[in-house]
């Protein structure tokens, strides 16, 4: 039994917030102690010529990166290494800073290994984040933004919001991904529409030559998807990341129907809505799964399904903090043991070959 093991039962019993803060108030600390902080990355940052990519001419020196929500504020962004991932985004970041929802708006459910949040998009606002990332850009890592809407801005000036946050954020930030598919923002997911994201894209793309994504909800139907990933890349988007949090309350058997619900539960739809994407769409853009990914197993099959890029938050809380080092070291075994020199020759390997495409670097 490792030491998170033992602590394990300690924090559980704490606030998933507060908890959250804890972690973030310890990581801020940490970085300013070498010898505390370097044997962190040396245990769990891999650094394999198996995993490399370069993609959106950006090297990713393994596919696992930080989900949006564990690095609200971009105050952790030098722990990410010690963690272990290889890229990460931060946020959601909105043009105002927000308080977000009424607490207690997060809740564990040990059990299913899951957590459910309706956090809100709360976070300092995109000046207070700008600054801090200007103190630290460019990083050796990828970072990503994932902006958002404020909850106070009405639907049809959300357009401008994201305008903000692309011409305030650009020169400190890698990429972009837009965030219409959060269940904790009135009326957002209702942005997710071929007319809406048309116009986005064309306003964003003016404003910068840096990668723009595309976040999709895992509540959506499935012939829906399959529309949409197409609109999406018609659109201009440089990619999709599939998928964010889900509104099915049922899978944890919760009696609180606000939030979205993240961690293991999110597993199988989250892999249902990559196949349906992947087989739309895959060679065109690169797509990213997110979801219930807390194993090298479940990585491997997303990777072997057209995922060029992963991100875990959940299986932290559930696995530990070794987590990320521990699949991405079981990823090389897993491409080796099926005679892959190169995360990339296993990348869409899955898809019926009918459907397959040549995938871009």
């Not at 959106?56 to 504020?73: H, M, R, T």
């Amino acid at each position: 039994m490792n030491i998170f093991d033992k602590i394990k039962p300690l924090i559980y019993k704490t606030d998933p917030e507060f908890a959250h803060h804890m972690v973030e108030m310890i990581f801020k600390t940490a970085r300013r102690c070498p010898l505390f902080f370097n044997p962190l990355i040396e245990k769990n940052f891999v650094d394999d010529e198996i995993l490399h990519q370069k993609i959106w001419s950006l090297e990713f020196k393994n596919p696992i990166g930080v989900a949006a929500g564990f690095d609200k504020n971009a105050t952790m962004i030098q722990a990410w290494p010690a963690l272990g991932f290889g890229w990460g985004e931060i946020g959601a970041v909105t043009p105002k800073a927000q308080e977000g929802n009424e607490k207690p708006r997060a809740w564990r459910h040990i059990e299913y290994e899951a957590v459910q949040n309706a956090y809100g998009f709360n976070n300092d606002g995109v000046e207070v984040i700008k600054n801090r990332l200007k103190k630290i850009y460019p990083f050796i890592l990828p970072i990503g933004a994932n902006i958002g809407k404020n909850k106070t801005t009405k639907e049809e000036n959300a357009i401008d919001d994201y305008k903000i946050l692309v011409k305030e954020l650009n020169d400190v930030v890698d990429f972009f991904v837009v965030n219409i598919s959060s269940p904790n923002t009135p009326g957002l997911r209702d942005l997710l529409n071929e007319e809406f994201i048309k116009n986005l894209f064309k306003e964003l793309k003016n404003l910068t030559k840096k990668p723009i994504l595309i976040k999709f909800s895992p509540d959506m139907e499935d012939d829906f998807i399959r529309n949409l990933a197409n609109i999406s890349v018609l659109a201009g988007a440089d990619g999709i990341i599939v998928t964010n949090t889900t509104i099915n309350y049922d899978l944890v058997n919760s009696n609180i129907k606000k939030g979205g619900i993240s961690g293991k539960p999110l597993a199988s739809r989250s892999f249902e809505v990559l196949k349906i994407v992947a087989n739309e769409v895959f060679g065109k853009i690169p797509i990213i799964s997110v979801g219930g990914i807390d194993s090298a197993e479940e990585a491997y099959k997303r990777i072997r399904y057209g995922a060029s890029l992963l991100q875990l938050y959940t299986a932290i809380i559930y696995k530990g903090p070794s987590i990320v080092g521990e699949i991405n070291r079981g990823l090389i075994e897993l491409l080796k043991k099926d005679g892959f020199n190169h995360i990339s020759e296993a990348i869409g390997v899955d898809i019926p070959k009918k459907l397959q495409r040549v995938i871009l670097k």
